[in-house]
């Protein structure tokens, strides 16, 4: 057989094997393709739960100083207000929250501790948002009860403690995406 005649049959099949190896690579991404992905996939997802709640927490921030002034000079009706707008807020947020799809990531550690992360989040704006309810309860009876306030005072620090929370579940979502040391 000539050369010519062995060209003729191995490039077609050197061509062939080039674009099966292409669609491989393609089609199944080496690990490390895979953890950067994941990487920049989280990374939005934690900015993307982090904007959506600022709306909810500065509204529950401008609410503690408002309180304050109303309940001071027994203002219920604006007290009142203010607590529904800050409970309608908040709502928003967490109705915003619970439609974040968890993105697809490198392994399941990561994406559980993503959920964790978003799921923490949004405990802590349900606990806020059943505290505005009882400022509602409250402002609408014209009266503020001790139980009450101790009520809305244990809310307040459950909801303290996820926001101590969303930091670490997110730092466990990163580490679960780092590239494996060799020993």
């Given at each position: ?17 080039a674009l099966v ?95 964790k992360a978003l ?65």
């Amino acid at each position: 057989m000539s050369s010519l005649s062995i060209r003729r049959y191995i490039m077609p099949v050197m061509v062939a094997a080039a674009l099966v190896a292409l669609a491989l690579v393609t089609l199944f991404p080496s690990k490390t393709d895979s953890l950067k992905q994941s990487r920049s996939a989280l990374a939005t997802f934690e900015r993307h739960v982090t904007e959506t709640a600022q709306p909810a927490e500065q509204a529950w921030l401008q609410f503690k100083q408002q309180s304050a002034v109303y309940v001071q000079k027994k203002d219920f009706h604006a007290l009142y207000q203010a607590a529904n707008q800050t409970y309608d807020s908040i709502d928003k947020v967490g109705v915003t929250l619970a439609a974040i799809p968890i993105p697809k990531l490198h392994n399941t550690h990561a994406r559980q501790a993503a959920w964790k992360a978003l799921e923490d989040t949004r405990a802590k704006y349900t606990m806020l948002a059943a505290a505005a309810q009882v400022w509602i309860k409250m402002a609408g009876v014209g009266q503020l009860t001790s139980d009450e306030l101790i009520a809305i005072e244990g809310v307040e620090k459950q909801a303290a403690k996820y926001q101590r929370m969303i930091p670490g579940d997110f730092a466990l979502a990163h580490s679960a995406l780092e590239p494996p040391t060799s020993p």
